[in-house]
């Protein structure tokens, strides 16, 4: 059996330097409670922390930039805090759009389109559909996102492929499968941060954060800003990715 061929940065050759950032935008609700301040109130901030992260991406040289904004597992929330994050990304896709379209940014939402709202999902499409030419950056909004939930609604797929023969099963591998996923036409996430402390995947992108490289950072999503993106990274690249090989002079 020969190997399988080793992954590679998603830049390419380059594996100095993240070309794909994941991130988890934790800690909004404690950074709103600690001020004695409601929740939304704590997301809100999270919304001007993800235009400065995305600006800062920009910057930086990144090529893609993928945040968890609403889980599939958030919608056992308060139902005012629910109606609260749908109406951030509503807010922020139409005040954001014109400048995003302008910048060369590519939006793609990351996610089951089930269950949300109509309003919600024109929105979502739009966004998609006028950016869909872009290509200097790209901005992937995982919304009513979970990693079972999108590697089942590909298995799904994939066996409807297969019982329409159009996909020979014996033919099904890791990259005809993936081909199924939301994140089809997307390299794999180099580096992913999650603030707030936690240390967990909490179900975001677990096919594609393989051999991702983890960085969990004690700030608050709302206060997070490019000297934190800016640490991930030298972070990340102070490491060596060894793809499950060896590592570099060892052989
Ligand atoms: C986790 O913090 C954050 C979320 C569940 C939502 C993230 C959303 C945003 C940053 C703003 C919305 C952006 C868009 C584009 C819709 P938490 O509430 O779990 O914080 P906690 O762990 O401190 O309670």
Known sequence: ??????????????????????????GNGRWATSRGLPRAVGHERG???????????????????????FSTENWRRPASEVSALFGLLKAYVKRDLDRLTREGVRIRVLGTRAGLPADILALVERAEQRTRDNAKFNLCIAFNYGGREELVRAAQAAIKAGLEGKLDPDSLNEDTFEQFLDTSDLPDPDLLIRTSGESRLSNFLIWQAAYTELVFMDVLWPDFGESHLREAIETYMARERRFGGLASGAA
């Open 1 to 26: 059996m020969s190997a399988a061929p080793a992954p590679t940065a998603s830049n390419g050759d380059d594996v100095s330097r993240p070309g794909h950032v994941a991130i988890i935008m934790d």
């Open 47 to 69: 919304v001007e922390a993800l235009r400065r992260t995305v600006e800062a991406a920009q910057k930086l040289g990144l090529e893609t930039l993928t945040v968890f904004s």
